[in-house]
């Protein structure tokens, strides 16, 4: 079938846009606000943050590229429970081996890899894209906005572990610089919740304001 | 596709077939897995709990098997303030079972370490922290009374706030410490002034996993009590002037 058709370059313009979109004009959390609850629990600190965001990109790309592959076989009535299993196993998979081969990895992200398949951004993804598309195409779509959930997630996190602790990468910043001794104190609310939506609001509207075509129209 | 020519992909019948064999090649992949993987992992935990004793007496090394065969010289399980025999070793009493019995009847682990010349002792101790059980080892000084210093760890306890008990910010107030005192036995961790010789400084937003440290110590001591207070009578000349004090 597919070798009649006049193949499309692997990275095209509509490829990489699948792969940039996502990025700005599509974010998953910015704009679709999805994966919302884990920007909330793992953005205290970017190492957590970074091994999630890693972690996010290796399923979703994974799992799009399986139900894609798969996408003419899964009967309509029970696409959802057969999307669900293909995360859940995934998961499973990274979490055994994970705690396997890089324990102190597997110790270090711990609950999280559980939520995963929690995660909205995937089982919207599979739904609305890896069902209908082929299996590169979907590939791109996973690695797109997993990355770019990754980066929304890094960069909270960026804020929340500087402004709360202190610290980057456990790395003593502030201590370093010898803002304590000069009267500088941590914010203690930045490790807590609603500093995250907060700064995910800020970042919301830095976005529109920088993007017009995201701004309604009234 | 073959399926797609045969049948009709949204049939009953069809709709049943893939149902069954998804199911069927889901769980034979998981449980391949988890028994090839099976090994490698129960290898990572015992390393782990190796490690996470002999850090509690301040050794870090590579090798934590070889190490810990050259540093822990006994190992006592112990019921009631007692040592007792036992037909499984002290390093294979599973705590998490062990800490459900009643104070009085449980065995517990004690490890017995020798380093530069000085005899200490290790308790390991498990308890419940937010989201789950948090655990960790207290080493104690010859005098079975002053701590030495304490590792905590946890399984899922949210990182940045309960789980700040396993980095040294929470743990490095623990050495010189004490546990028995006539005000309380274990470690009060309290908000804000921590200055006392049974206090620690607990972590914020973590309140409740900063509890349960607490209890945990209240809870996995009382076994030991009596044979440690023994120790610390054995113990002339006790090696930190305070703990006469506060026992006079």
């Not at chain 2, 889901?26 to 004793?53: M, R, W």
């Not at chain 2, 065969?69 to 070793?89: A, F, K, W």
């Not at chain 2, 104690?140 to 700040?164: M, Q, R, Y």
Request: net charge negative.
């Amino acid at each position: 079938m597919e070798t009649n058709k006049t193949k499309e370059a692997l990275f095209s313009k509509k490829n990489r846009k699948l792969l940039s979109d996502p990025m700005n004009i599509n974010n998953p959390i910015t704009v679709q606000v999805l994966g919302i609850c884990s920007a909330l629990a793992i953005t205290v600190k970017l190492k957590p943050a970074v091994v999630m965001s890693l972690s996010v990109i290796v399923v979703m790309a994974l799992a799009n590229v399986i139900t894609s592959l798969m996408r003419n076989m899964i009967p309509n009535r029970i696409r959802i429970i057969v999307q669900l299993v293909v995360v859940a196993t995934l998961v499973i998979l990274v979490d055994q081996v994970l705690k396997a081969f890089v324990y102190d990895v597997s110790k270090q992200l711990s609950v999280f890899v559980g939520l995963i398949i929690t995660n909205c951004i995937i089982m919207g993804r599979i739904e609305a894209f890896s069902l209908g598309n082929t299996p590169w195409k979907s590939f791109l779509d996973g690695i797109g906005n997993g990355a770019s959930y990754g980066l929304i997630l890094i960069v909270v996190s960026f804020f929340r572990e500087l402004f709360g602790n202190g610290t980057l990468y456990d790395y003593p910043i502030i201590e370093k610089l010898g803002l304590y001794e000069l009267g500088y104190h941590n914010n203690g609310m930045m490790l807590l919740p609603p500093m995250a939506l907060i700064v995910v609001a800020v970042i919301i509207w830095w976005q529109r304001s920088k993007t017009p075509s995201l701004i309604e129209k009234d | 596709m073959l399926i797609d020519c045969s049948m009709n992909i949204n049939s009953n019948s069809y709709t049943y077939f893939f149902a069954i064999a998804m199911v069927i090649v889901v769980a034979s992949l998981l449980s391949i897995a988890a028994t090839s993987l099976k090994p490698f992992q129960e290898k990572n935990i015992e390393l782990e709990k190796k490690s996470d004793i002999l850090s509690s007496i301040g050794v870090i090394g590579e090798d934590p098997e070889l190490l810990f065969d050259e540093y822990i010289t006994d190992q006592l399980v112990i019921q009631n303030g007692l040592v007792v025999s036992s037909e499984i070793t002290a390093f294979d009493i599973d705590l998490e079972e062990a800490v459900k019995e009643s104070n009085s009847s449980r065995k517990v682990p004690l490890f017995k370490a020798q380093k530069n010349g000085d005899t200490f002792y290790v308790i390991p101790m498990r308890g419940t922290g937010l989201w789950g059980p948090i655990w960790g080892y207290v080493s104690l000084k010859g005098d079975g009374n002053t701590i030495l210093g304490a590792s905590f760890d946890h399984e899922k306890e949210t990182p940045g706030l309960g789980a700040e008990i396993s980095t040294p910010i929470f743990e490095d107030q623990f050495p010189d410490k004490i546990l028995f005192s006539s005000l309380r036995d274990g470690i009060e961790v309290r908000k804000g002034d921590a200055s006392g010789y049974q206090q620690v400084d607990g972590i914020s937003g973590g309140t409740i996993t900063s509890v349960g440290v607490q209890t945990m110590f209240e809870d996995c001591l009382i076994p030991y009590k009596s044979f440690l207070l023994n120790l610390s009578i054995e113990n002339d000349n006790p090696s930190d002037s305070t703990i006469s004090v506060i026992y006079h």
